[in-house]
């Protein structure tokens, strides 16, 4: 049986993005339904949750970091 928790499978699952920018990304998502209410906030939420699991593959994250630092930067609505 695997266990899921050993971090050196974390890190093979996920070997472009570091443990600090998953949790960033994890966080940004949840914020962003309080900073923008409605299906535009869910849309940012989900996107968010995606490249934490998948967007690594696609390069670089310039405009998702954007994105990121006006979630974590803007005032709930």
């Known amino acids: 049986m695997t266990n899921t928790n ?6 093979s699952r996920h070997p472009g993005l570091d443990h600090h920018e998953r949790m960033r990304l994890r966080a940004a998502a949840f914020r ?5 209410p409605g299906p ?7 996107e968010l949750l995606l490249w934490e699991e998948f967007g690594y593959r696609l390069g670089t994250g310039g405009l998702i970091n ?12």
Do not use: H, N
Request: no cysteine; proline share 7%; charged share 15%.
């Open 40 to 46: 535009v906030g869910e849309l940012l939420s989900r």
């Open 66 to 77: 954007g994105v990121v630092d006006a979630i974590m930067t803007s005032l709930p609505a």
């Open 32 to 36: 962003a339904t309080s900073v923008y």
């Open 6 to 11: 050993d971090p050196s499978i974390r890190q």
